[in-house]
């Protein structure tokens, strides 16, 4: 079957409930159906032109994380089998197969847990002018791109869709919350996450700079949520070309914005359009990153 490059999805069987970045999402009454398109957005704009493939690779990472990492904290994940899915889903098949999950609804957390390992993008420029990330000192002297001594905890909000999400404190972060025990609980679960996620990755080629976590609470119950580890949440580097000093090569969409950054554009709608050229090679990362970190090229 000819796979087809999914912009957008309009079912109307079934009930839209919101449009993010990157996924659709569908109220399905006792589950949600996430549908992962293959739209791309840098600087918090969509880009006009979809990658093809680009949905269906993150969502064969995100599968695999998620039964990877649930020794550490359950997931919302029911099946990315689409003969689970509830008849009105039938229909869809064709667009939905290996690019949708059905999964548990739960209350989203107002935050994202972000890890960093490594002294890169936002992180590296409050580091040089500061000599901190988000109110944690760092020993003086690193460079862009250095290994921390161990890896840190920096949540940042969770904006509005076109809106930029703003760096906060721990502090704040309880603030937000409004739960002490919750706040501790998350930072721990984000670095143990990281950890073992970084134990996996490196043998097999690929650095995780940094990467970003999202949960949500079912009857009182934390769930790991949306995606895990994917080259949009995640800064990839190849380990055969780390040199700390500079920037990194990337598995990641960091090319689209290197090459964004190279034009005259003020960040902000409507985008820039973007070469063929471009495209295919941020597809090929994306595709890149699937295989080493799983083994496995799309079915």
Not at 69 to 77: A, F, Y
């Amino acid at each position: 079957m000819k796979q087809l490059t999914i912009r957008e999805t309009n079912f109307p069987e079934l009930h839209l409930l919101s449009r993010g970045k990157v996924r659709d999402i569908y109220d399905l009454g006792e589950h949600l159906l996430l549908v992962t398109t293959d739209r791309i957005s840098a600087f918090d704009v969509i880009m006009d032109e979809p990658i093809p493939e680009k949905g269906r690779v993150l969502t064969e990472i995100s599968g695999f994380w998620f039964d990877h990492l649930i020794g550490l904290v359950p997931n919302h994940l029911v099946s990315m089998d689409i003969a689970d899915y509830p008849p009105e889903c039938q229909p869809y098949a064709d667009i939905l197969a290996g690019r949708s999950m059905l999964v548990r609804k739960c209350k989203p957390l107002p935050v994202e847990c972000i890890v960093r390992g490594f002294l890169s993008g936002s992180g590296w420029k409050e580091y040089k002018e500061k000599g901190e990330i988000q109110g944690i000192k760092l020993s003086p002297g690193l460079v862009e791109s250095s290994r921390l001594p161990k890896p840190i905890f920096t949540p940042s909000t969770k904006a509005e869709l076109g809106l930029h999400d703003e760096n906060i404190s721990f502090g704040r972060m309880v603030e937000i919350l409004e739960d002490q025990v919750l706040a501790h609980r998350l930072r721990e679960i984000s670095l143990d996450l990281y950890q073992k996620a970084l134990e996996w990755a490196e043998p097999r080629g690929i650095i995780i700079a940094d990467t970003k976590f999202e949960f949500g609470l079912r009857r009182r119950e934390l769930l790991l949520i949306d995606e895990v580890l994917t080259p949009d949440s995640s800064r990839f580097w190849p380990k055969s070309t780390y040199k700390p000093g500079g920037p990194q090569k990337s598995y990641d969409k960091q090319y689209l914005r290197d090459y964004l950054e190279s034009l005259k554009w003020n960040k902000q709608p409507p985008p820039p359009p973007l070469p063929t050229e471009v495209i295919t090679i941020t597809q090929a990362k994306y595709l890149e990153a699937l295989k080493a970190l799983t083994g496995e090229e799309l079915p």
